[in-house]
């Protein structure tokens, strides 16, 4: 069964710095793998998927991430971080029949 | 700007009465979800549209059920709302085999539902 996993409730993290927000993932054949953040009272909006080719998924609002099939990882990271970009995050494998599986999210804090 | 819209954005039911939620999309896309979630936890799948076709989840009660009339519209019923129903309902759609934007899934900015 697919599955993904976000070992970490919250995160906090000073303006500026860089931010990772940790998600590994169980598939059985290739992994279509997504990113989900969720300001308060909204839907879900859509920040990068990998697919297939280059490991580095460049997204929205200068977020990124990197596929890592060795580790079985896809982390978000962002070079500087926004206050903006406190936020709920969520990490996503494609489960067949487009179905998404979420993970339980992580809640980032950016402190001004 | 083509969107996932959803009404009410808050929906206050008794207990036991029954509600209805809407969703409806202008990106012309096939299939349709509507997902429950609680408490900033991970959006739960209920069911979803292919095109006409309905696709339950096995641990959906069956007190949610959903109707889509054309490609445009999704609505989820709750025949009986019980308190553990309050939540957020989230609707989304997807066009899955069309190009770059395949897998990806569009969210409307969700119903929250409180049961009183």
């Known amino acids: 069964a697919q599955s993904v996993a976000q070992p970490e409730d919250q995160v906090n993290v000073a303006e500026g710095n860089p931010l990772t927000v940790k998600c590994t993932y169980s598939?059985?054949?290739?992994?279509?793998l997504f990113w989900y953040v969720q300001y308060p009272n909204r839907g879900l909006q859509f920040l990068l998927k990998?697919?297939?080719?280059?490991?580095l998924v460049k997204g929205s609002y200068g977020f990124e991430a990197e596929f890592n099939k060795s580790q079985t990882s896809f982390h978000l990271k962002k070079p500087s971080a926004l206050v903006s970009d406190s936020a709920l995050y969520f990490c996503?494998?494609?489960?067949?029949?487009?179905?998404?599986?979420f993970g339980t999210g992580t809640r980032l804090t950016v402190i001004p | 700007d083509a969107m996932v819209i959803q009404n009410p954005r808050y929906q206050v039911t008794q207990f036991g009465k029954p509600v209805t939620l809407s969703c409806s999309q202008t990106?012309?896309?096939?299939?349709m979800y509507w997902y429950q979630q609680k408490s900033s936890q991970a959006p739960k799948l209920l069911f979803h549209?292919?095109?006409?076709?309905?696709?339950n989840e096995a641990d959906t009660p069956d007190n949610f059920q959903s109707r889509r009339p054309n490609t445009s519209f999704c609505f989820l019923d709750i025949r009986s709302p019980g308190l553990g129903d309050a939540a957020m309902y989230l609707c989304?759609?997807?066009?899955?085999?069309?190009?770059?934007?395949?897998?990806?899934?569009?969210f409307g900015p969700g119903t929250r539902l409180t049961v009183t």
């Open positions: 989304a759609t997807s066009s899955p085999g069309r190009g770059v934007s395949s897998y990806e899934q569009y």
């Open positions: 598939v059985s054949g290739n992994p279509y």
């Open positions: 990998y697919i297939t080719g280059d490991n």
């Open positions: 996503a494998v494609e489960g067949g029949a487009n179905n998404l599986f």
């Open positions: 990106l012309n896309h096939n299939v």
């Open positions: 549209y292919y095109d006409k076709d309905f696709n």
